[in-house]
């Protein structure tokens, strides 16, 4: 799986590049640099896709195998872009048992995306999260900063038509 690239075209800029660069720069040859590399690169870039890890690997010779391992094991990285709609099902145990897994599968099908991944208009990008604080309103998902609560799998078309 190392090397996949994500469905959204890399669309990474020269200003971020040298700004990742000057960052490998300043760590590499630390022991332990690989951990703050990718937090600083997915600071810049707002993910680690393969092309930024491809930098990270030429630059400090760390093999691309690794940086995969370790941006695929801990849960702050991501190797997908998000969009601009970032939205976010809840299946904790309230809203699970209300739903909301049917509605997080109904939203992949109507996105035509998997959790995890961003459409690739790079308009909206699906998660699931365990809690959100909501649970009187469950099932609930948020969009960015709004929360959308007591949903059904028919809400979803007009609460999505909200966000252009």
């Known amino acids: 799986m190392a ?3 994500s469905s959204v075209p890399f669309g990474g800029t020269p200003e971020q590049e040298q700004q990742l660069r000057e960052v490998i720069a300043s760590l590499k040859g630390q022991a332990g640099a690989l951990m703050p590399i990718l937090q600083k690169a997915q600071g810049i ?3 680690l896709p393969y ?4 930098i ?3 630059e400090t010779g760390i093999p691309m195998e690794k940086i995969y391992g370790v941006a695929t094991f801990y849960s702050q990285f991501s190797l997908n872009p998000k969009g601009k709609y970032r939205i976010s099902v809840c299946l904790g145990t309230a809203c699970y048992v209300k739903g909301s897994g049917d509605i997080y599968n109904a939203l992949q099908q109507k996105l035509g995306i998997k959790g995890g991944e961003c459409t690739p208009d790079g ?3 699906l998660d699931a999260c365990r809690c959100i604080g909501a649970c009187g309103l469950a099932p609930v998902m948020s969009i960015n900063e709004d929360v959308h609560g007591r949903l059904t799998v028919d809400d ?7 966000y252009n």
């Not at 092309?51 to 491809?54: A, F, G, N, T």
């Not at 979803?156 to 909200?162: C, M, S």
């Open 123 to 125: 308009k909206f990008s």
């Open 56 to 58: 990270i690997s030429d």
């Open 3 to 5: 090397g996949k690239k």
């Open 45 to 47: 870039y707002g993910y």
């Open 156 to 162: 979803l078309d007009k609460i999505l038509a909200q």
């Open 51 to 54: 092309e930024v890890q491809k």
